[in-house]
């Protein structure tokens, strides 16, 4: 069985501040990690994956993840963030790498909110 | 752009009346999903299906069933509407290992 663990429901911070999400997993098998983003009122979206190669991985907004397999961890990254990044961020492990919906395991979810 | 269609957005039902949630996508995929969402709860699958006329259960179905006549169609049928089904409510479909979603039906049964 594979579980997913965001410690923090909400995150507060500035404008132009760096920030984290923090993501751990359990699994007892090769495991497949995303970060996907809800903003407001629409449906998750794909931010990043990781499925193999390069333990980091970077979203084209900005946000970066890196696959620590000793500490079995996931943690989303920005370095400067924009109100704009205000939403939900969840993170999903899967025991599949081309496995859909029925495979993933979604973390509770973390909200971001970015102040000016 | 369609993506993934839902409909309707918003929905008021009483305790015992039953309705179809509508889920449409148009990028040919096979995989499809109904999912929920509660606050502080991620969220839950309730059916999926790996293709026209194949339909599984996911991790809540109670309450809940399906059908996949088509690749494009997958709709969720609430029989007896209860309390315990407020929520809010996905469609998704996926290409390889990236899910997209509807934008979501909110339902509150009162």
């Known amino acids: 069985a594979q579980s997913v663990t965001q410690l923090d429901s909400q995150v507060p911070v500035f404008e132009e501040a760096p920030v984290e999400l923090r993501c751990n997993y359990s699994?007892?098998?090769?495991?497949?990690l995303f970060w996907y983003v809800q903003y407001p009122n629409q449906g998750l979206q794909l931010l990043l994956k990781?499925?193999?190669?390069?333990?980091l991985v970077e979203s084209i907004n900005g946000f970066e993840a890196e696959f620590n397999k000793s500490q079995t961890s996931f943690h989303l990254r920005k370095p400067s963030v924009h109100i704009s990044d205000t939403a939900e961020y969840f993170c999903?492990?899967?025991?599949?790498?081309?496995?859909?919906?029925?495979?993933?395991?979604f973390g509770t979810g973390t909200q971001l909110k970015v102040e000016l | 752009n369609a993506g993934v269609t839902q409909t309707p957005k918003f929905r008021i039902l009483k305790i015992g009346q039953s309705m179809t949630l509508q889920c449409t996508q148009d990028?040919?995929?096979?995989?499809m999903y109904w999912y929920r969402q509660d606050p502080g709860m991620g969220l839950k699958l309730i059916y999926y299906?790996?293709?026209?006329?194949?339909?599984d259960k996911g991790e809540v179905p109670n309450g809940y069933n399906v059908s996949r006549s088509t690749t494009e169609d997958f709709p969720l049928r609430l029989e007896l509407a209860a309390p315990s089904q407020t929520s809010v409510y996905f469609c998704?479909?996926?290409?390889?290992?990236?899910?997209?979603f509807g934008s979501g039906t909110q339902l509150s049964v009162l």
């Open positions: 998704a479909s996926s290409k390889a290992s990236e899910l997209f």
């Open positions: 699994s007892s098998v090769s495991v497949y």
């Open positions: 990781y499925l193999s190669g390069s333990t």
């Open positions: 999903a492990v899967s025991d599949s790498p081309t496995g859909g919906g029925n495979k993933l395991t």
């Open positions: 990028m040919n995929h096979n995989y």
């Open positions: 299906s790996v293709g026209a006329g194949i339909t």
